[in-house]
């Protein structure tokens, strides 16, 4: 088993000088720099009383100084838990209850918003956890606002100087991240990765891109950014607004400038290709590779990509928090298959299909498990698929199914058809339940500007090009399907209340 900060300090050593982690517009770190300030937060922290096995809850935005902090608690024998301080104050109380935290690192902001500010958060739409109110210790990112604890330490304190910068021995068994799955308020779901599966996801990465000793990643992803430094590129960081929470990806998309890869969410993409489509964003034109993840890349995505971006290689990332990534498919291959192509899975990992069809994974990729439950040999991943060669092909969802008269549907097995349709950008299926527990089958479109009647393109094509038992009783054509949380996924819930108001 290897451990993700030994490598990268190997990698320091090989390439000392070449440029590692940087902001966008500003000069990077080289790669001795960023280990040498990795080991002084990791000394820094440990001076100040974190003690391996601590958790460190994380709300602070995605810079450098926060990468840093990351890698430097990991490294000093903590854990990092990524804690929404955006899912309501019981949830984020029933998670923080569940992992125990003794540090918590806290954007200032949120510590005034959630605080003194509480009522102008509130009238901004934000019902968010008392943070100051936490018992831990704390650490502020920012200047310190009304709200921050007395005694909090600035972050920008843990990267000043130290007398010891090597890093702590090598410990693949620890846990590295804690990071929470969506769940209920009852049963909060927390997936606890060590730096060997880490590791193994990174390294699987890396073998799936073409990035390499010389290429520059834009992008705020953790993990897409850690596979950049094992192999030797540069990963250079968006700038976030001030007060904002997202990066805008028409701005983040106009700043690539010299960048030979990205990162996207299949919803971010399709904004920065309709701002390029009306003339408002020059496309990029350095992109050699665009990785796109988060949620399901579809044909009709893919099509508009190669037309605005003719030069760029796509990949579609297939994985989820426990185990990342699974699959990885080109755009190319995508398109020309059949179905819903996610590909052979990465190197390491190994997959099964279930007696119902269901997805089911291992590999040394796999997290340790969810906090408090025994350990994890497999994941069931809620998705069907079956096997096309050496290749996976995802047919449907379980958790997505509906059901109408005796038939079970999953859309994940007909979406991927319908936008292939031309005229269609975007399609998702919903099931409005009525009072016997039957559905009724809707299908929210989102039409290419200028293709006429797609209604009724889909009402003549649809019979031939899928199951009958699943052509839908409606189609709403809607000006965007809702998405939801960081890597907007498609959120069918808001889908049904959408096509349920415009069917009443």
């Known amino acids: 088993m290897t451990d993700f900060l030994a490598e990268l300090t190997a990698r320091a050593e090989r390439i000392p000088d070449a440029s590692a982690l940087g902001t966008v517009g500003k000069r990077a770190l080289t790669y001795r720099e960023l280990v040498d300030s990795i080991g002084r937060v990791a000394h820094n922290l440990g001076e100040a009383g974190f003690a391996p096995g601590d958790r460190m809850l994380f709300s602070i935005r995605p810079s450098v100084s926060s990468a840093l902090l990351i890698f430097g608690a990991i490294a000093a024998g903590g854990t990092i838990v990524f804690v929404d301080p955006g899912v309501g104050p019981e949830l984020f109380a029933n998670r923080v209850g569940l992992v125990e935290p003794t540090w918590a690192a806290t954007e200032s902001l949120l510590y005034a918003v959630s605080g003194p500010l509480a009522g102008f958060g509130r009238r901004k739409g934000l019902e968010l956890p008392r943070f100051g109110a936490l018992d831990v210790r704390h650490i502020h ?13 600035p972050a920008r304190r ?9 890093l702590p021995a090598a410990q693949p068994d620890a846990a590295a991240l804690i990071v929470f799955t969506s769940g209920t308020t009852d049963e909060p779901k927390a997936v606890v990765h060590t730096r060997a599966s880490l590791s193994a996801g990174l390294a699987a990465m890396g073998g799936k891109t073409s ?16 596979p950049a430094l094992m192999a030797g590129a540069r990963w250079a960081m968006p700038r976030y607004p001030r007060f904002g929470t997202h990066i805008d990806p028409v701005r983040f998309t106009r700043n ?11 919803a971010d993409l399709a904004c920065a290709l309709d701002a390029i489509e009306a003339g408002d964003l020059a496309a990029p034109t350095n992109l050699r590779q665009v990785a796109l993840g988060g949620a399901p890349v579809t044909s009709a995505l893919l099509r508009r990509a190669r037309k605005s971006l003719p030069d760029t290689e796509f990949l579609a990332i297939y994985g989820m928090t426990e185990i990342l990534p699974v699959a990885v498919a080109t755009g190319t291959a995508k398109l020309a298959h059949d179905g819903d192509l996610l590909g052979a899975p990465v190197r390491g990992v190994r997959a099964r299909i279930a007696d119902d069809g269901e997805l089911l994974l291992s590999g040394p990729n796999l997290c340790r498990g969810y906090l408090g439950a025994q350990p994890l040999t497999e994941i069931a991943t809620g998705d069907l698929a079956r096997w096309d060669g050496a290749e996976l092909v995802l047919t449907g969802r379980k958790k997505d199914m509906m059901i109408r008269g005796k038939t079970n549907i999953y859309p994940g097995l007909y979406e991927p058809v319908i936008t292939a349709i031309d005229g269609v950008r975007e399609a998702i299926m919903v099931g409005l339940p ?27 094509r649809l019979p031939k090009v899928i199951d009958t038992t699943a052509v839908p009783d409606d189609i709403v054509v809607v000006q965007r399907i809702p998405v ?10 808001a889908v049904r209340e959408l096509v349920g108001r415009l069917l009443a």
């Open 141 to 153: 990112s920012g200047v310190w606002l009304p709200g921050t604890p007395f005694g909090s330490t």
């Open 158 to 166: 843990f990267t000043g100087g130290a007398p010891e910068t090597a």
């Open 211 to 226: 990035l390499a000793p010389g290429a520059f990643l834009h992008t705020e992803q953790l993990m897409m950014g850690l």
């Open 256 to 266: 690539l400038r010299s960048a030979t890869h990205a990162f996207y969410t299949p």
């Open 434 to 460: 009525d009072e016997i527990g039957d559905e009724r089958i809707v299908l929210a479109v989102v039409t290419e500007p200028g293709s006429g009647d797609v209604v009724a393109l889909l009402r003549e």
């Open 484 to 493: 939801s949380g960081r890597t907007n996924k498609p959120d069918r819930a």
